[in-house]
Nanobody
């Protein structure tokens, strides 16, 4: 059974950077999974932030983070990353990683990111 564990969250001032990691275990053919980062702010619905495909590493981003966030994956390490630069207070949320392939979907437990002065 697949398991995802996020790390790297924390508190940062506006304009700062954080790098989130999501380590996967128990997956067969991890490289076939589409990997995504979502976030959920208090009182708001969970929204997709970025995704990276299984073939060719094609990436996509929410308009709100384009040019500031970068998603990447290391299939040898079974890990997906989210580099977040130029952070804004509105980026404050719990960030979740998601792995999906066919009908199999797995979620991590989330990591808190707080952007505040």
């Amino acid at each position: 059974q697949g398991q995802l564990v996020e790390s790297g969250g924390g508190s940062v001032q506006p304009g700062g950077s954080l790098r989130l990691s999501c380590a996967a275990s128990g997956f067969t053919w991890f490289s076939t999974y589409v990997l995504s980062w979502y976030r959920q702010a208090p009182g708001k619905e969970r929204e997709v932030v970025a995704g990276i495909g299984s073939v060719g590493g094609i990436t996509s981003y929410a308009d709100s983070v384009k040019g500031r966030f970068t998603i990447s994956r290391d299939n040898a390490k079974n890990t997906v990353y989210l580099q977040m630069n130029s952070l804004k207070p509105e980026d404050t949320a719990v960030y979740y990683c998601r792995a999906g392939w066919n009908k199999n979907v797995f979620w991590g437990q989330g990591t808190q990111v707080t952007v505040s002065s």
